[in-house]
């Protein structure tokens, strides 16, 4: 089994130019509706800096997370955001700024199902000022391994939603919306306010 980590650090470029172009508006929409105008968003996983683009372009504040450093430069230079480097796993979260949300969209997908909690409540306490959070996950039952050697964990939405509820988080919106990708994939999309 490859190390995610290293998967896309070895493909950087060719994952920015798969994911770039895909429009995110579909799950960064309902996410918006709840934010203040000009609020600061943390991008966790940031990937290509798509989101940051879009989320800049409606005048948002957003600073991207990202542990792959090659995209985290492409990043940093498409889209004039601030780019940390760093794995969300280890990344010390209450040493950055005050943000006034964050976002995850697919960057849980490698996150083992026992692990989930103890990820997102570490996040949680450490961008303690945070009132809303955007996290996407596929949906289905179990694990599924490619031929690329990367694991990926899918989720049912009751399971999920006992984990946000543990958490203190409460769902306020929730979508199901299939992969714009073209792989068929359903991906289950929540907009968290605590």
């Known amino acids: 089994m490859t190390d995610h980590r290293d998967y896309y650090e070895i493909h950087a470029q ?13 799950f960064l929409e309902p996410f918006i509706r709840r934010l203040s105008p000009g609020a600061a968003i943390l991008d966790i996983g940031c990937g290509s800096g798509r989101d940051m683009c879009w989320l800049q372009e409606r005048g948002f504040s957003a600073t991207g997370l990202e542990c792959s450093p090659t995209l985290a430069k492409l990043a940093r230079n498409r889209s004039r955001c601030s780019v940390m480097d760093g794995d969300f796993e280890t990344f ?6 005050a943000w006034d949300a964050f976002m995850m969209v697919g960057a849980l997908v490698h996150i083992p199902h026992d692990r989930l909690f103890s990820v997102l409540r570490r996040i949680i306490k450490g961008l303690h000022s945070f009132r809303t959070a955007l996290i996407t996950l596929k949906e289905g039952d179990g694990v599924i391994d490619v031929e690329d050697g990367r694991r990926f964990y899918l989720w049912r939405d009751d399971a999920v939603r006992k984990i946000y509820m543990q958490l203190g988080l409460t769902v306020a919106s929730f979508f199901r919306n299939v992969s714009a990708t073209g792989s068929g994939e ?5 907009v968290l306010i605590k």
């Open 92 to 97: 010390d979260f209450s040493s950055g700024g």
């Open 186 to 190: 359903s991906w289950l999309g929540y």
């Open 14 to 26: 060719s994952y920015y130019e798969d994911t770039f172009g895909l429009n995110p508006s579909v």
